[in-house]
């Protein structure tokens, strides 16, 4: 009996998730967010294509005061933004052919 008591509050947990993850993707969607604004009446509120070009202002202007001693580089590869940062070339100094520095000064 413990046993068929424990698959029920099981089945009943996976339930609720499942629902929980309908309804809040449904809830999260563009389609959704514009539906409930045009329904609530409210003109005050931005729409999404008015919130996405205020996100791209302030990224824009984020990517301007950034250092001078760094290149970004935004990449979209296989669907996935991702920002990479790499520290600009020492054109002053040479290394070597190994492209190693000692730090104590010792080799």
């Known amino acids: 009996m413990n046993s068929s008591k424990l698959m029920k509050w099981q089945l009943g947990a996976c339930g609720a998730f499942a629902v929980f993850l309908v309804f809040g993707s449904v809830q999260n969607s563009a389609a959704f967010q514009q539906a409930h ?3 609530a009446g409210d003109s005050s509120s931005p729409s999404l294509s008015q919130q996405l070009e205020e996100e791209d202002a302030i990224v824009e202007d984020w990517v301007k005061r950034q ?4 290149n970004q580089h935004y990449s979209e590869s296989g ?3 991702s920002w990479s ?3 600009e070339a020492d054109s002053g100094e040479s290394s070597g052919g190994s492209g190693m520095r000692s730090q ?3 080799s």
């Open 85 to 87: 940062t790499e520290p």
């Open 104 to 106: 104590t000064g010792r």
């Open 67 to 70: 250092p001078a001693g760094r």
């Open 79 to 81: 669907g996935n933004g």
């Open 37 to 39: 604004v045009l329904k």
